[in-house]
């Protein structure tokens, strides 16, 4: 059973930054695909980006692309998601799912695990 905590959210204004960490308790995040998801009031649960165990990221073709950027540290069991140029329309909790199945999924029904997610809410 891997946990997944995420970690980095908060309140800013439009065009501020954040970073998010998902730290996993797994031993070794090396083997897994890791992925970051949105789900603003009222919507769909939306993909944001994704990485594999060897780096290859997938991001969303939306407005997202070229203001959010993901990572990982495997040493550390952390996958990040940088956010720059904040917008009202990112508000939503943010969150951090995992699987083990190999390659990237966009859909949430490719994650075995997620975190319980964090809270990110940018005024205009």
């Known amino acids: 059973q891997v946990q997944l905590v995420e970690s980095g959210g908060g309140l800013v204004q439009t065009g501020d930054s954040l970073r998010l960490s998902c730290a996993a308790s797994?031993?070794?995040?090396?083997?897994?695909?890791m992925a970051w998801f949105r789900q603003a009031p009222g919507k769909e649960r939306e993909f944001v980006a994704a990485i594999t165990w060897g780096g290859a990221i997938t991001q969303s073709a939306t407005s997202m692309q070229g203001r959010f950027a993901v990572s990982r540290d495997n040493a550390k069991n952390t996958v990040y998601l940088q956010m720059n140029g904040l917008k009202p329309e990112d508000t939503a909790i943010y969150y951090c799912?995992?699987?083990?199945?190999?390659?990237?999924?966009?859909?949430?029904?490719?994650?075995?695990?997620w975190g319980r997610g964090t809270q990110v809410t940018v005024s205009a």
């Open positions: 797994e031993r070794t995040l090396g083997h897994l695909s």
């Open positions: 799912a995992a699987s083990a199945r190999g390659g990237i999924a966009m859909a949430p029904t490719g994650y075995d695990y």
